[in-house]
């Protein structure tokens, strides 16, 4: 795992979001609660997901913090958003993860951030389902798309709204707020500042790896995350 694994000490971390195979090889260093987690899982791919999830996780702030991976301590934040308890003294890192198909994303961040990833496939009603979640606009935009690109576009948005909803950490109960209050477009844009309850984020959304929609949200417009393919 590259410098995700090195001891030493990172000074700073502008904002760094990774993206990995669910398959991919990871430390082990799962706390025994996690592992209780891990091994409730019925489906092999869901264990991969969330086992995957957790190292990238503990590796990083790990890295960050300069002590063990397994050292790492978590607790909730709003509507039981996951944080890291920061060793005495220090600023916590934000983080957050998300995983669908085949892939696991995990972002770290000076401010708060969200991310997203979501499988593109067609088995779902979108547009039922955009008429809960998406603006007039945009369910308007949704309708009048051809049939076959539908999909990539509901999924693209999805992404957008739900990397908000988390970085803020609204949970579900901030979807149906989110929807009124907001209209991004369709397609969204690639890179751009949204208002929030009066507050400033930036809304990335990333280009489509393997049929896999990405977007990541961050509480400080100025700050660029890195993205690297582990
Ligand atoms: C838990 C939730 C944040 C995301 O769930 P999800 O999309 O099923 O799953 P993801 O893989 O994207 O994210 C799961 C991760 O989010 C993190 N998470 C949990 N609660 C969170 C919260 N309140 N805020 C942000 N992140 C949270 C966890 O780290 C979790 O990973 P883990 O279980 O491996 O620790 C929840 O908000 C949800 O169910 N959202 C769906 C809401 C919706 O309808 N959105 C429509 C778009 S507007």
């Given at each position: 795992?590259?410098?995700?694994?090195?001891?030493?000490?990172?000074?700073?971390?502008?904002?760094?979001?990774?993206?990995?195979?669910?398959?991919?090889?990871?430390?082990?260093?799962?706390?025994?609660?996690?592992?209780?987690?891990?091994?409730?899982?019925?489906?092999?791919?869901?264990?991969?997901?969330?086992?995957?999830?957790?190292?990238?996780?503990?590796?990083?702030?790990?890295?960050?913090?300069?002590?063990?991976?397994?050292?790492?301590?978590?607790?909730?934040?709003?509507?039981?958003?996951?944080?890291?308890?920061?060793?005495?003294?220090?600023?916590?890192?934000?983080?957050?993860?998300?995983?669908?198909?085949?892939?696991?994303?995990?972002?770290?961040?000076?401010?708060?951030?969200?991310?997203?990833?979501?499988?593109?496939?067609?088995?779902?009603?979108l547009c039922?389902v955009a008429t809960?979640v998406f603006?007039?606009?945009?369910q308007?935009?949704l309708?009048?798309?051809?049939?076959?690109?539908?999909?990539?576009?509901f999924?693209?948005?999805?992404?957008?709204?739900?990397?908000?909803?988390?970085?803020?950490?609204?949970?579900?109960?901030?979807?149906?707020?989110?929807?009124?209050?907001?209209?991004?477009?369709?397609?969204?844009?690639?890179?751009?500042?949204?208002?929030?309850?009066?507050?400033?984020?930036?809304?990335?959304?990333?280009?489509?790896?393997?049929?896999?929609?990405?977007?990541?949200?961050?509480?400080?417009?100025?700050?660029?995350?890195?993205?690297?393919?582990?």
């Amino acid at each position: 795992m590259r410098a995700l694994c090195s001891r030493s000490r990172m000074t700073s971390m502008i904002a760094t979001v990774l993206l990995a195979d669910a398959a991919m090889a990871v430390p082990d260093c799962l706390s025994d609660d996690e592992r209780v987690r891990a091994a409730r899982f019925r489906h092999d791919l869901d264990r991969r997901r969330f086992t995957v999830g957790r190292s990238l996780v503990r590796t990083t702030l790990a890295a960050h913090y300069g002590c063990q991976p397994s050292a790492i301590r978590f607790r909730t934040g709003r509507n039981d958003k996951p944080e890291v308890e920061p060793p005495a003294g220090m600023p916590p890192l934000h983080f957050n993860v998300s995983h669908s198909g085949d892939l696991v994303l995990a972002g770290f961040a000076p401010c708060e951030i969200g991310v997203d990833v979501e499988q593109v496939r067609d088995s779902v009603d979108l547009c039922n389902v955009a008429t809960e979640v998406f603006s007039t606009n945009e369910q308007r935009a949704l309708t009048l798309t051809p049939e076959a690109e539908r999909a990539p576009l509901f999924f693209r948005l999805w992404t957008c709204r739900e990397a908000l909803l988390k970085a803020s950490g609204a949970g579900l109960s901030g979807c149906s707020r989110l929807r009124d209050e907001l209209d991004l477009g369709l397609p969204p844009a690639d890179d751009q500042v949204v208002i929030v309850d009066g507050r400033a984020w930036r809304l990335m959304s990333l280009p489509f790896v393997a049929d896999h929609a990405l977007a990541v949200a961050l509480g400080d417009p100025d700050v660029t995350p890195d993205v690297i393919f582990l």
